[in-house]
């Protein structure tokens, strides 16, 4: 499977650019906003792509053409303000969906966050962080594609342990970042997780278990 992956600069998606481009039966490509963040990323094994979150649509969709699946995974930080968030982790998220469509690609993997489906878990420091990710995740699931939604709990920098826990009734909500990019390559083909949300923290049962 040819894998495009937006966001692939960030910390998520760097653990998971490399674990596809360690894989035997993936290609990986990174959508990247600037050339100097090519290099490193080509090193964990992906081809790159230039293209804009805050561009159009159809620069969008030329730069991800020709790829079997798209992972967003890209997200504005914490650095930054409201209108990034939403011209990121909103606007960015539904070009990529549209874009997709547009070149005729149809598994889309979002990486969300746990309890964006429920605003009344949404923690008051950054509330426009998950309206972003309320939002993204409805418009996902009211599109064409065949889609996961992935909502990982607080994300760590521990080394991954290749095992989560997801459903309901969730003890822990945290989970590694390397977890997290473990669990997208699980999904890919994992047809069990189409037009599904997914909670997703750390936990005891195996990746590849769990998302089936």
């Known amino acids: 499977m040819n894998v495009l992956v937006i966001g692939a600069n960030g910390k ?3 653990h998971l650019v490399r674990l596809l481009g360690q894989h035997e039966s993936h290609r990986v490509k990174a959508l990247i906003r600037k050339p100097d963040q090519a290099e490193a990323l080509e090193r964990l094994g992906a081809e790159t792509v230039v293209a804009d979150l805050e561009g159009t649509v159809g620069e969008i969709a030329a730069a991800i053409q020709g790829s079997d699946a798209v992972v967003f995974t890209a997200g504005s930080g914490g650095n930054t ?8 982790d ?3 998220a539904v070009k990529a969906m549209e874009a997709a469509e547009q070149a ?11 309890y964006a489906e429920n605003r009344e878990q949404w923690p008051e420091s950054i509330k426009p962080y ?7 995740d409805r418009l996902l699931e009211a599109s064409n594609l065949d889609y996961t939604i992935l909502r990982p709990g607080g994300l760590t920098d521990d080394a991954g342990t290749g095992k989560v826990a997801t459903g309901e009734d969730l003890t822990s ?4 970042r390397e977890d997290v990019a473990a669990t997208v390559v699980a999904a890919l083909e994992e047809k069990q997780t189409y037009h599904r949300a997914i909670d997703l923290v750390s936990g005891s049962t195996p990746i590849a278990e769990a998302i089936r």
Do not use: P
């Open 12 to 14: 998520v998606g760097r």
């Open 81 to 88: 303000g409201a209108d990034k968030t939403l011209l990121i």
């Open 90 to 92: 909103l606007d960015g």
């Open 104 to 114: 005729g690609i149809r598994r889309f993997i979002m990486v969300s966050a746990l």
């Open 130 to 136: 998950y309206v972003a990710k309320h939002y993204a």
């Open 173 to 176: 909500h945290t989970i590694s």
